[in-house]
C-alpha cells in the first residue's frame, strides 16, 4: 500500500507539534509495510527520510505541458473563498474563470505557474496565497505517482488533499490535529473554517487526534459522525532520557513550555504563580517560549510583583528544551484547547511531574498526570503546591507516568490507521 | 440442631472533605463539606434507613421474635444522623428495643488504626462502645472491623479487649477448600469465634440483585431461599454481610429490592431448619471446627480481598502515616474540636479516594469516589493534614 501524505511541516524544521506527529506516523507506518510519499513544501534536505520519501513541493514543476495542464484543470475545481487574498492567484477569480474563460485563464496560469515555483515554507501573510498554490502542485505530483489513497494534515494541506483526489480518483484521508477553534476560540477566522468544513466534506475519512477534537468537528463542523474517526497521537522514546544538569538555583522550578498565545492558557499559569508565591517563596517560575501574548505575560507578572521568582527564556528548541524539562520539578500545560498535546509526554518521560488542563486531548489517555479546568487557578495553584510539597505525590506521578508514556506507541497508532486507509479503499472499490 | 442464617449489615457514612486548598492551610479549620454530607445523610434516610428499617420493623413485629439481625454503624454516620436525620436514628433505636437486633462494636471513625496503632484501635473501639451503649442500650459483645479487616493479630487485640466473636471475610485465598460456612476461631487465642462472610450469596444481593446481565436475574426470594437452604444442608451456619445501603440506594427501590427483603425471612423461616440468629447468638451455639490462619490483613474489598485498596499505593501510605504521627499530639491536647476533626480524618473512605486500583478496574470505587483522580484525593487530603498538623506543634508552644 502506498500513501500520498501531504504536510506541511516535517522534522527537524517544525514550528508545532504536527512534524513530531508526521514523522512519528510516517515511521509507525513504514513497519505495518505502508510506503508514504510525503508532500511539504520548501524541504530544505536534512530532513531524516529513512521512513518516508519527501518529495519537496518547490522542485516540482506544476505542469509540465499543455495538455497536461488542461487535463488537470478538467479535474481540479478550486474553492471559493471569501476573499481578501493577493489578486493574481485569488481563489475567486479562478473559480470564476475556471467556469467561464478557461482559455484565458490557462494563459494566465501558464505565466505564472510554468516554472517551479518556490515556496516560502515559513507561515505568513501570504498564506492562503500558498495554500492555493500548493494544491495546483499536489494536482501534479497526483498526476506523476502511483498511490492507494491520500492522507492530508491539517487545513493548510486539505486544499492539496483535495486536488489529488480529484485528479486521480483516490480515496482521501484527512487528519484533524488542530482546527480553527484551538487557535483562535470563537473568533475564528471564517476563510480557515471554510476550508476546513470543505476539507472534513472532501474526506472519505476525517482522523481526529482526540475526542474533544472529533466533538469539536461534528458539532462545529457537522461532519456524519460516522465519518470521523479518533486515533490518538503517540510517541516514540527511543530510550530513556536521563540528563545531569547542575542547577542555579535551589529552589524548586516550575515550567510552562510552549507558544505565549491564547489556545495555551499562558496566563493561567501567572495567575497559579502569584497564589503559590502568596504562600511559598522557595519556588520559580519559568515560562518558555514566544508568541503573541508575550509582552501582555511579562506586563502581568510586572503588575504581579512576582518578577524575582518568575522567567522568562523566549522560545527554547531542541536541546535547549530538554534542558530545561530536565531543570524542572513541575511541567504546566494549562491549555484552553489542545487537540492533543504532545509535551506532556515528553515532560513525562524526562520524569517531571505533569499537570495539564482537562481542555487536552492527552487528557484523555493519560491517568498519572493531574488534571484541572484551565479556568480553575485555584485548584492549578494547588496541583503546584502539592506536587512542590507532598513527595509520595511527586513519586507516584514520575513512576507511573513513566510507565504510562511508554506504552503509548506509534506503532499502535499507524495501526489503525493503516485500517481506516483499507476501509477507504475498499469502500471506494465497492463504489467503482 | 437447626442451622443458622446470620445477617448483618454495615451502616456508614463518612465526612466528605469540602475542597480544601493549600491558601487555606493555617488559615482555615472548616475541613468538611457540610452541605454534601448534609445532603447524603438525608438522601440515604430517606431512601434506604427509613424505609428498610420501618420494614424489619413489622418483619419482626410478623416473625415474633424469629427474625434476628445484626447492624454496626460507625460513630461518624451516628453522629451525622443525629445531626442530620434524627428520624433514621430514632428508627434504629427503634429496633435496638425489640430485642432482636444485635448492635456490634467497631472503630468509632470506621478507621484504619487497627493496621497502626493498638493503643488508637483500642480508644476507637471504647468509644464506639460508649456510643453503642448511649445510643442502643446495649453492651456490644461482638466486634466487626472497618470493611471487615482481619489477621491473627487483630483478632487477638480484639479478644483483648473482651469481646467473642468477630465478623470476617470468607475470603478464598484464605478458605482454600474450608467452606466459610462454619464457625471458625482465631488462630492465637481460641476464645475469639469467627463468623465468616459467604461471599457469593452476600453479593448475590449487594452487587447483582438489579443487574440484568446476571444469569440469575430477577432474583426471587424463594429462589434465593432455596439457595440458602442448599447452603446449610450440610453446613452450619450461613453469614450474609453487606452494606445497609444495598437497599434502596445501591439497589435502587424500583429494582424491588424492599419487596426481595419482605418476602425473604418467611421463605426462609419456613425451612423447619432453620433459623435466624445474631452474631454473637450463632458464636454461643455452633461448635468451631478449626483455628482459622490469617498471617496477612485481610478484607472483604475488591478481588484482592486485602487492604490495598486503602493502603496499597505510596500515596495512601504517605498520607496514613503522616496522620498517625499526630496521634500522640492530639490526644495530649485538651482540644476538642481538634480531636473531633482527627477522628474524622481517620475514616478509612479518604485513603479509599486516593485508590488507583479503579485505573483497571472497580466501578465499585467510582460509585463512592467524590473526587475525579486519587491525586486531587491526595492533594486534598494532605492540604488538610498539613492544616491538623499545625494546629496540633501551636497548641504545644
Known sequence: MKVLMFGWEFPPHIAGGLGTACDGLTRGLAKQQVEVLFVMPSASGDEDQTAVRIINASDVAAFHTKKEARQIFDKVQFLKVTSNLIPYLGPDEFEEKVDLEREKEWNEFRISFGQKYKFSGKYGTTLMEEVMRYSLVAAAIARQNQFDVIHAHDWLTYMAGIAAKRVSGKPLVIHVHATEFDRSGENVNTQVYDLEKRGMEAADKVIAVSHLTRNTIINRYHIDPEKVVTVHNAVDFSSREHREITRGVPEKIVTFLGRITFQKGPEYFIEAAYKVLQKTKDVRFVMAGSGDMFNRAVRRVAKLGISPNFHFTGFLKGEDVKNMFAYSDVYVMPSVSEPFGISPLEAMRANVPTIISKQSGVAEVLHHAIKVDFWDVNALADAIYGLLTYPALTAMTVRCGLEEVNALKWDNAALKVRDIYESVIREKSKIQ | ?397
Request: aromatic share 14%; with cysteine; glycine share 4%.
Open chain 2, 1 to 397: 440442631m437447626k442451622k443458622t442464617l446470620c445477617l448483618y449489615f454495615q451502616v456508614h457514612q463518612p465526612y466528605r472533605l469540602r475542597q480544601y486548598r493549600f491558601f487555606d492551610i493555617g488559615k482555615n479549620h472548616d475541613y468538611f463539606d457540610e452541605f454534601a454530607n448534609k445532603t447524603i445523610m438525608s438522601r440515604v434516610a430517606e431512601r434506604c434507613y427509613i424505609p428498610a428499617n420501618r420494614l424489619m420493623l413489622d418483619l419482626i413485629k410478623k416473625y415474633d421474635g424469629a427474625l434476628r439481625i445484626a447492624f454496626s454503624v460507625s460513630g461518624i454516620a451516628l453522629e451525622q444522623m443525629e445531626q442530620f436525620a434524627p428520624q433514621a436514628l430514632d428508627s434504629f433505636r427503634e429496633l435496638a428495643k425489640t430485642g432482636c437486633v444485635e448492635f456490634l462494636a467497631e472503630t468509632y471513625s470506621h478507621s484504619l488504626s487497627s493496621l497502626i496503632s493498638p493503643k488508637k484501635f483500642r480508644d476507637q473501639t471504647t468509644m464506639h462502645v460508649k456510643a453503642v451503649e448511649k445510643y442502643f442500650e446495649q453492651k456490644p459483645t461482638a466486634f466487626r472491623n472497618t470493611e471487615l479487616i482481619y489477621s491473627d493479630t487483630i483478632g487477638e487485640m480484639v479478644s483483648g479487649m473482651g469481646f467473642s466473636a468477630m465478623l470476617t471475610e470468607g475470603a478464598r485465598h484464605i478458605m482454600g477448600w474450608k467452606s466459610p460456612n462454619y464457625l471458625y476461631v482465631n488462630a492465637l487465642n481460641p476464645k475469639l469465634k469467627l463468623l465468616l462472610r459467604n461471599f457469593r450469596l452476600s453479593d448475590d444481593i449487594a452487587f447483582r440483585f438489579s443487574d440484568k446481565n446476571w444469569g440469575d436475574w430477577p432474583l426471587t426470594a424463594e429462589k434465593y431461599a432455596s439457595w440458602v437452604a442448599g447452603a446449610l444442608e450440610k453446613d452450619d451456619i450461613l453469614n450474609i454481610f453487606m452494606d445497609y445501603e444495598s437497599f434502596g440506594e445501591h439497589q435502587k427501590a424500583s429494582s424491588g429490592i424492599f419487596d426481595f427483603l419482605r418476602a425473604l425471612p418467611g421463605m426462609v423461616l419456613n425451612h423447619s431448619g432453620i433459623e435466624m440468629l445474631t452474631p454473637t447468638q450463632a458464636a454461643i451455639k455452633h461448635q468451631p471446627i478449626a483455628p482459622l490462619n490469617v498471617p496477612y490483613a485481610i478484607s472483604w474489598a475488591d478481588e484482592e480481598r486485602d487492604i490495598s485498596a486503602w493502603l496499597g499505593n505510596e500515596l495512601q501510605k504517605e498520607a496514613f502515616e503522616n496522620l498517625y504521627k499526630i496521634e500522640n499530639l492530639v490526644r495530649e491536647s485538651n482540644d476538642t474540636r481538634l480531636q473531633r476533626d482527627f477522628r474524622r480524618l481517620q475514616a478509612s473512605d479518604h485513603f479509599y479516594y486516593m485508590c488507583t486500583k479503579f485505573f483497571s478496574d472497580g466501578d465499585v470505587h467510582k460509585y463512592f469516589n467524590p473526587y475525579d483522580t486519587p491525586y486531587e484525593a491526595f492533594i486534598n487530603y494532605m492540604n488538610v493534614l498539613s492544616d491538623i498538623t499545625l494546629r496540633t506543634t501551636k497548641k504545644k508552644v
